[in-house]
């Protein structure tokens, strides 16, 4: 076998590789054997390690062609209510459009002619428009959270009334009124608007009601937060670092009812990660 006998193949990949690379794989690995393991977990570091993410990010390698890479990128990463930017300049372009639309995305097609490179102050203006606003704004208001969370209440604030001033749904207001009310510590305002949101169908969720027994435990709600805290936690939603370790539950270290919440928590991470295990999942990770 020679280098100089084979074709160059010019789609996009590049398909042609050298000839190490073909003699490289004339042996057959097992996806279980440590060896295949170890040298996959070598490839994610230096993967990450390329884009300077150690300890930030992680590589999950995927098996099978660029467009499936990208149909799995964009239905992971690209959250329902998200927007995709697509510039395109060719086929390839095309299909990113066509899988947003396909997933459920909402996409924004920026065309050039096949022959013509994208043009970055394109890409600039495109990205300064004014964001959509989401269905509820759940997504998007994370940051009002972390801001909150992190006792930055004023640019919460700030970033709370950016929100709303695009939220293009009723029901935004409502749960940004509850969001005020936590930053601007108005406990018996935040009860009333949960109480008014309870109807909806998202309350039900066990991520939502972690996360307003959560609020409601910073601003020494503790009765109410743990209640909904216990619910959240019964339905698996079991994230016992957080109430190991957030700051907004300082005030409940050793409360009988708070320390059998953490227990319980506990016992379905540790739960969850022995079925893990027990599957062969750390393989996956290469370890």
Request: net charge negative.
């Amino acid at each position: 076998m020679t280098q100089e006998k084979d074709a160059y193949l010019l789609t996009p990949g590049p398909l042609t590789t050298s000839l190490a690379t073909k003699q490289a794989m004339l042996r057959d690995w097992g996806s279980w054997d440590a060896d295949f393991n170890q040298i996959t977990a070598r490839v994610r570091e230096r993967l990450v390690a390329i884009l300077h993410g150690e300890g930030t990010y992680e590589c999950v390698p995927l098996q099978g062609s660029g467009t499936f890479s990208v149909e799995a990128a964009i239905g992971t990463l690209v959250p329902r209510n998200g927007h995709v930017l697509v510039p395109v300049n060719g086929a390839y372009c095309e299909r990113i459009a066509k899988i947003c639309r396909y997933l459920g995305r909402k996409v924004t097609v920026q065309k050039y002619a096949d022959d013509t490179h994208v043009r970055p102050q394109d890409i600039d203006r495109l990205l300064a428009l004014p964001r959509i606003a989401t269905a509820t704004g759940s997504d998007s208001v994370i940051d009002v959270i972390a801001l909150g969370l992190a006792g930055r209440r004023d640019e919460a604030m700030k970033a709370l009334a950016e929100h709303r001033r695009q939220a293009q749904l009723e029901i935004f207001h409502a749960y940004a009124d509850t969001l005020l009310a936590w930053l601007e510590r108005r406990p018996a305002d935040m009860r009333a608007n949960v109480a008014a949101l309870s109807g909806l169908k998202i309350m039900n969720d066990p991520e939502a009601m972690f996360q307003e027994g959560w609020l409601l435990c910073d601003v020494g709600e503790h009765a109410a937060g743990i209640e909904l805290l216990r619910r959240a936690v019964d339905k698996g939603y079991t994230v016992a670092p957080t109430l190991e370790q957030a700051p907004a539950f300082d005030a409940l270290r050793g409360d009988p009812a708070f320390e059998r919440l953490v227990a319980d928590a506990r016992a379905g991470c540790d739960q969850a990660l022995a079925a893990f295990r027990e599957s062969g999942g750390e393989r996956l990770l290469g370890r």
